[in-house]
Nanobody
Framework: VQLQASGGGLVQAGGSLRLSCVAS????????VGWFRQAPGLEREFVAA????????GYADSVKGRFTISRDNAKNTVYLRMNSLKPQDTAVYYC?????????????????WGQGTQVTVSS
C-alpha cells in the first residue's frame, strides 16, 4: 500500500491542525495505521495508532487528550486531529501502515511509510 500524508503547516501554540493519510494500492481496511513524528536531532517517536476498523486506538502520553486519530475506510484515509498544539509538537509527521488488523507502538513493525508532513508550532 502507498501512503500520502498531508495537512501539516505553521500554527500558533494553542491552535489546531488535521493531518490526513490517504492510502492506495490495497484494501486499506486490512491495515493497522500509526502516526509517528521526528523532530530535528531526535529519534522518530510514536504519536497515535488505530486498528483496522477504528475500534481501538492508542496514544503517546504526550498527546493524550489533545490528539485524536480516526479513519474512514470508505475513503482509504486516516486522520490525526491535533488540538492545543505546543511548540514541542513541532516535527515531521509520518503515517505508517502494517498488514494487520491491529496496531503497534513500535515503528519497526510498520512496513509502509508515507513521505511525511511538516508541523511547526510557534510560541
Amino acid at each position: 500500500v502507498q501512503l500520502q500524508a498531508s495537512g501539516g503547516g505553521l500554527v500558533q501554540a494553542g491552535g489546531s491542525l488535521r493531518l490526513s493519510c490517504v492510502a492506495s494500492g490495497r484494501t486499506f481496511s486490512t491495515y493497522g495505521v500509526g502516526w509517528f513524528r521526528q523532530a530535528p536531532g531526535l529519534e522518530r517517536e510514536f504519536v497515535a495508532a488505530i486498528n483496522w476498523n477504528g475500534g481501538s486506538t492508542g496514544y503517546a502520553d504526550s498527546v493524550k487528550g489533545r490528539f485524536t486519530i480516526s479513519r474512514d475506510n470508505a475513503k482509504n484515509t486516516v486522520y490525526l486531529r491535533m488540538n492545543s498544539l505546543k511548540p514541542q509538537d513541532t516535527a515531521v509527521y509520518y503515517c505508517a501502515a502494517r498488514y494487520s488488523t491491529t496496531y503497534d507502538y513500535t515503528a519497526r513493525y510498520y512496513d509502509n511509510w508515507g513521505q511525511g508532513t511538516q508541523v511547526t508550532v510557534s510560541s
